[in-house]
């Protein structure tokens, strides 16, 4: 078939098939989703390194990515906010996160929230330990291409702690999504 062969009307669906054909070969193969949908700022996955189960004070480091990419590093501290209710023991924590991208630009957040922690308690159907965590992450400061963030910018996230069910005493990871969208201040 030669162009001229081609209506009007079949050109332009023959260019538009081929625009949607390399708009979707160009996005992302299975992208996590930010929590309300659409992408992440970032992606955060972290390893738990440190944990004293005394104080609940520990750190994790790891990777992020999306538009902020890099690496991470997170000290927090869990504090229990109620009695355990069957297997789940609730808490809030308060943490300090610094992310550094590729250029050693940095991003430093405090990230306050409350999770569920499944105590990984013998004939649960939770297997191991952790579990889901909801909270903000607030611009405390920045580097570089990031200096002109305002600090206070708040941003919802949702996340994922697990340890694994054995051996005893083996530290866990965390899946962490930072929402793209700034969370209003309910005043």
């Given amino acids: 078939m030669t162009r001229q062969?081609?209506?009007s009307g079949a050109r332009a669906l023959a260019v538009a098939t081929v625009i949607a054909v390399v708009s979707f070969a160009a996005a992302p193969a299975a992208?996590?989703?930010e929590p309300r949908g659409g992408a992440p700022l970032f992606t955060q996955q972290d390893a738990?390194?440190?944990?004293?189960?005394?104080?609940?004070q520990g750190y994790q480091v790891g990777t992020a990515t999306g538009r902020i990419s890099g690496t991470t590093f997170v000290s927090f501290q869990f504090v229990p906010s109620g009695p355990p209710s069957g297997n789940e023991l609730p808490f809030t924590f308060h943490n300090t996160v610094i992310v550094t991208d590729i250029d050693g630009d940095?991003?430093?957040f405090d990230n306050d929230g409350t999770g569920t922690f499944h105590l990984?308690?013998?004939g649960s159907d939770f297997r191991g330990s952790g579990g889901p965590l909801k909270g903000t992450y607030v611009v405390t400061g920045a580097t570089g291409k990031y200096a002109d963030w305002k600090i206070g910018t708040t941003f919802a996230y949702k996340a994922v702690a697990t340890n694994p069910p054995s051996p005893a005493g083996a530290l866990g990871t965390v899946f962490v999504q930072v929402s793209a969208r700034q969370k209003t201040k309910n005043r």
């Fill in 5 to 7: 062969s081609l209506s």
């Fill in 31 to 33: 992208q996590a989703q």
């Fill in 48 to 56: 738990v390194q440190a944990f004293d189960f005394l104080t609940g």
């Fill in 106 to 108: 940095q991003v430093f």
């Fill in 120 to 122: 990984g308690i013998p």
